[in-house]
């Protein structure tokens, strides 16, 4: 029986339609995504068209796939990488790591928050550059004064660290509580704050 | 279902062979692109029960069968040797091969460049084609046959 070879492969070619597709594909996807390199580690940034939907750290969140995975049931599968679509979170968070920048000025989607976390964060986002406030103040911020472990767990689970601080939130007495990056983290990002432990 | 940037990593070699078998290398790139962009834009409607790998040759195909009928096969394949003995002197002869599988009938060109290029076993050959598992093998061996006749006389 004959059998045909395969046609020559062409790896030139190939990379030249892959980078026209992902081009296009970027404007069609639900979710875009870009690798970040930071002085806090290596970083996955994801958006929707509403804005900034995930900024996780990709080591200790279990990796790029894990993340990509977690978007893709929890957003939709409609993924794509795309360096480009994320240059303004790139530029921001260079500039808040150089010193150079105390707010972030870039769109949000709480998408992957649950209502109450919603107002968690929002309630966290007021929470100045440099300053710290405590869990059951965050929580009566949110409208729930008695609900300190709800908003605790909320803070824990912020789809986008740095840009909503959440590591500017402390035990009440003064313990640094948890973070979602880890502590080690959390203490570099209150240290380049200026905020004294 | 897997996002859609892996499904994509995962696929691409497969439907670039395709592509450059089915329509020729000048043209593979347009239908890499439409094939690619009709997934993505069905890809959270697609039964994940299905294999991924026929889904995506389905299109593939559908997508190389548009560009036949809009060229209406004016392009002769025999007017493209010369670029691909420009890029890649060596397998003149496969390049040979794909240009005349491209002027077979449609059913065993589909037959044949989907299990030789794009590497789908008949089952998925079928499935993709949306014929039984016979049908896929018969088209292949005819296309076989008439290839042996005009190329191994």
Known sequence: MTVIPPPPSDDAGLARATKRFLGAAAAEADVVYAELDSPVGPLVAAATTLGLARLAYRDHNGGLDVVLDTLAARLSPRIVEAPRRLDAVRRELDEYFAGARRSFGLPIDLALAGPFGREVLRACAQIPFGATSSYQAVAAAAGRPRASRATGNALGANPVPIVVPCHRVLRTGGGIGGYTGGLGIKEHLLGLEGVAL | ?153
């Open chain 2, 1 to 153: 279902m897997v996002p859609f940037q892996r499904f994509f990593e995962q696929h691409a070699d497969a439907v670039w062979r395709y592509c450059s078998a089915a329509v020729g290398p000048s043209h593979a790139d347009d239908v890499f692109q439409e094939t690619f962009l009709a997934a993505l834009r069905a890809y959270d409607r697609r039964r994940t029960s299905a294999s991924p790998a026929a889904w995506i040759m389905a299109i593939a195909h559908n997508k190389a069968m548009d560009h036949h009928r809009s060229t209406g096969r004016r392009a002769l394949p025999v007017a493209e040797l010369p670029e691909i003995a420009r890029a890649d002197p060596e397998p003149v002869l496969d390049a040979g091969h794909w240009a005349r599988v491209r002027t077979l009938p449609p059913k065993q060109r589909a037959a044949l460049t989907l299990r030789y290029a794009a590497d789908l076993s008949h089952a998925e050959v079928a499935r993709a084609l949306g014929c039984s598992e016979d049908a896929a093998r018969r088209s292949a061996h005819e296309g076989l046959k008439t290839l042996r006749a005009e190329l191994l006389p």
